[in-house]
């Protein structure tokens, strides 16, 4: 899994990050190969309810991954429940 919260360059444009100016540039390991990325410390995540501050990003400067991945930056944060298909976040305490 991500160990922080990933996205692509047109994800990140598209919510308003300037990560090649607020980021520093990097290499990320994926299980596709090295990636170019720039490293950032996001503002605010909110999923749902859930709302984090000061959150470790990395922008892959091109087309992966597909989704926002929250990795363990975020995850690390939250108490996570399984039941069936259903994962549940809950900020803890």
Do not use: C, W
Not at 19 to 40: F, I, M, P, Q, W
Not at 71 to 90: H, I, K, P, T
């Amino acid at each position: 899994g991500a160990t922080l919260v990933s996205m692509n360059k047109h994800q990140a444009k598209r919510i308003g990050l300037d990560y090649k100016l607020e980021g520093r540039s990097g290499v990320a390991y994926t299980a596709s190969g090295e990636d170019k990325v720039y490293l950032l410390i996001l503002k605010k995540v909110k999923v749902g309810d859930i709302e984090m501050r000061d959150v470790a990003a990395a922008v892959h400067d091109g087309d992966h991954p597909d989704v926002i991945l929250l990795g363990n930056a975020f995850l690390s944060r939250v108490d996570m429940n399984r039941e069936g298909r259903v994962l549940e976040l809950e900020k803890k305490q």
